[in-house]
């Protein structure tokens, strides 16, 4: 019977690669200059930390970095970013995180989305992904088809597609 997986993953060598081409990028630009701003990567807790000395400043930093991002092929909805800035001393900064895998709250709203629109394909979540399968390989291309126009949360991949 064929299935796939729908998985939601980020390449961590792709973040990397982003945050080197955003910190020569932020090195070379002149509005930046006697400026103290960061770019730091963590990569134990999978975090990027961008810090400078204004508010002004880090939204250009934050903006940097998106673009380092999609030409990495990253989406902007894979990130999370607090509300307010942090603000210590002379210091502005923003703790992104990444969303790696399909959370139970979403994976349930996949499933309930892909049983009204096909209610003949069978769906299974586990773990941190969610298993697709049906007797059609066309109805598992139109569920596919189905997942990108809509609006997710976070941007899902399709892997593992079986015969």
């Not at 070379?28 to 963590?42: G, Y």
């Not at 895998?101 to 586990?126: E, F, M």
Request: net charge positive; aromatic share 8%.
């Amino acid at each position: 019977m064929p299935s796939f997986d729908i998985v939601s993953e980020i390449a961590w060598q792709e973040v990397r690669n982003a945050v080197a081409n955003a910190q020569r990028e932020l090195a070379s630009r002149w509005d930046f200059q006697k400026v103290i701003a960061t770019i730091t990567l963590n990569d134990k807790t999978e975090t990027v930390t961008l810090t400078t000395e204004s508010e002004f400043q880090l939204q250009q930093q934050l903006d940097l970095f998106y673009n380092q991002l999609h030409k990495r092929g990253i989406e902007r909805n894979s990130c999370t970013i607090p509300q307010q800035p942090n603000h210590g001393g002379k210091r502005w900064s923003f703790e992104i995180t990444f969303k790696q895998g399909i959370d139970t709250p979403l994976a349930k709203r996949l499933v309930q989305l892909i049983k009204s629109q096909h209610p003949k394909v069978q769906s299974q979540i586990q773990d941190k992904q969610i298993r697709v399968s049906d007797k059609s390989r066309n109805t598992l291309q139109a569920v596919m088809t189905t997942l990108r126009t809509g609006e997710q949360e976070q941007p899902l991949q399709f892997t593992n597609f079986r015969d």
